[in-house]
């Protein structure tokens, strides 16, 4: 059991890497919190049952173990509160988006949203889970989610200075 | 805000195909009537676009070995271990610290496809006890299977010393696919404990072989019996969509150049 518990949370290091950026910031906050989450997961790992997904396991305990962090050390600073962002400017979004963005160039502009939203972007868009996964990771309801995830969406495109190319709005 | 009659959840919850269809068809009719929400919905798509295209290359990127090494050594000192250990320098030739990231980050995608083509293939997961298993000796891509992968042509067997012992390689096919080079090998090592084998895939990147594959071919039932090479029909090519397979001569070039694909 605990050989392939490691196997497999080896296997969740790139994901983990990359919520854990989304997350911080920076790769070496990154990096610190992903080893603290695979310690603590390793301790906790009576309560994972085989079978069960281990990403969104591991993605919970990383998202309690940075709210404590946060608490802890401050060192984030005070991060407002959802709703510090409740008033989302209006744009026309015409403009086409012009090639992608570089990591860095959205990693910044992420860091200046509130933790809440910085963890609906990392779980939705980034890692790819539906809004009721996002949900129970989260511990949150669904609807939290969606309006949490539907201002900063807008919120990282507003400051991105990104709008979107109008012909592309159908469904994928 | 737009004048839609819509909320910014439905329409980005439309962008995201989360929609059910009656409302779905909805916002479509509107859209194509409104720019606006037209623009809006366009807008949500582009955030993922955004957001998936600046972050999804950090899963390509090399793990760092700490991090690695840390994982690893859970459990090793009973919870002993902290964040801000340092980790020893690796006691390594330069040889390996030439490669130390590359294993690093192939061991991690292997584990992972691994289980995936494991499952794939319904030959068998990884071994429940994976002490001195085949397979994970096989994730690190130790140097002399790399040898063996540089220079030996497909269907041709040899020796390999790996850490838990020799071990047969034999590689199966090689392919192409849009000047990307991958090699398909079988590694298997009988011993008193018993017989163990692996499938593996690994592509050339950067000069480097990188492990893209690793399935463990040992079955629980056949541990103790000797090892049977998988049957026909479990074929990891198209799988993995590495492309079309490489004939003799092709390999023989490439064999010859180490790989390097012009």
Redesign the interface.
């Known amino acids: 059991?605990?050989?392939?518990f490691?196997?497999?949370?080896?296997?969740?290091?790139?994901?983990l890497?990359?919520y854990a950026?989304?997350k911080t910031g920076t790769r070496e906050q990154a990096?610190?919190l992903?080893?603290?989450t695979?310690?603590r997961a390793?301790?906790a790992r009576d309560q994972w049952k085989p079978g069960a997904r281990m990403d969104y396991w591991t993605f919970r305990i990383m998202k309690n173990l940075y709210v404590d962090e946060i608490r802890a050390s401050s060192l984030r600073g005070i991060d407002a509160g959802p709703d510090a962002l409740e008033e989302?400017p209006?744009?026309?979004?015409?403009r086409r988006?012009e090639g992608?963005?570089?990591?860095a160039?959205?990693?910044d502009v992420m860091q200046q949203l509130p933790a809440p939203m910085r963890d609906v972007?990392a779980l939705?868009?980034?890692e790819?889970l539906?809004?009721r996964e996002a949900a129970e990771v989260l511990g949150v309801p669904v609807?939290t989610v969606?309006?949490r995830?539907?201002?900063a969406?807008?919120e990282?495109?507003s400051r991105?200075n990104?709008?979107?190319?109008?012909?592309?709005?159908?469904?994928? | 805000?737009?004048e839609s009659t819509f909320?910014?959840?439905i329409?980005?919850?439309?962008?995201?195909?989360?929609l059910s269809e009656p409302t779905?068809r909805a916002v479509?009719e509107m859209?194509m009537r409104d720019?606006?929400?037209?623009?809006?919905?366009?807008?949500?798509?582009?955030?993922?676009?955004?957001?998936?295209?600046?972050?999804?290359?950090?899963?390509?990127?090399p793990?760092?070995q700490?991090?690695?090494d840390?994982?690893?050594a859970?459990?090793r000192d009973d919870?002993a271990?902290r964040?801000d250990t340092q980790r020893r320098p690796p006691a390594v030739g330069i040889a390996r610290l030439r490669g130390w990231r590359q294993q690093a980050?192939a061991?991690?995608?292997a584990?992972?496809l691994?289980?995936a083509v494991g499952w794939l293939l319904g030959t068998s997961s990884?071994r429940?006890?994976?002490?001195g298993s085949l397979a994970t000796e096989v994730a690190s891509l130790p140097e002399t299977l790399i040898d063996a992968l540089d220079r030996l042509p497909s269907g041709e067997r040899a020796s390999a010393q790996l850490d838990g012992g020799a071990a047969d390689v034999l590689p199966i096919a090689s392919y192409e696919n849009g000047g990307s080079l991958c090699r398909e090998f079988e590694l298997s090592r009988s011993s008193a404990a018993g017989s163990q084998a692996v499938r593996g895939v690994v592509c050339r990147s950067e000069g480097r072989w990188l492990l893209k594959a690793l399935a463990d071919l040992t079955s629980r039932k056949a541990r103790s019996d000797e090892y049977r090479p998988a049957s026909g029909g479990e074929d990891l090519a198209p799988v993995l969509g590495l492309g079309r397979s490489l004939s003799q001569q092709e390999e023989r070039r490439f064999l010859a150049n180490g790989w390097r694909y012009r």
């Open positions: 059991m605990s050989e392939e490691k196997a497999e949370l080896l296997s969740l290091l790139p994901r890497r990359r950026l989304a990096d610190d992903v080893q603290a695979c310690e390793w301790r989302i209006d744009h026309q979004w015409t988006v992608s963005m570089t990591l160039q959205v990693s972007l939705v868009p980034i790819g539906s809004y609807g969606m309006s995830l539907a201002r969406r807008a990282l495109m991105l990104l709008t979107g190319d109008i012909t592309d709005w159908t469904p994928a | 805000m737009s909320s910014d959840e329409l980005m919850s439309y962008a995201d195909g989360e779905a479509r859209a720019p606006s929400i037209a623009g809006r919905i366009a807008m949500f798509k582009a955030s993922r676009k955004v957001l998936s295209a600046a972050f999804d290359p950090v899963l390509d990127q793990v760092p700490r991090l690695y840390a994982v690893r859970l459990g919870g271990m964040r980050m061991a991690s995608v584990c992972f691994g289980i990884w429940q006890d994976n002490s």
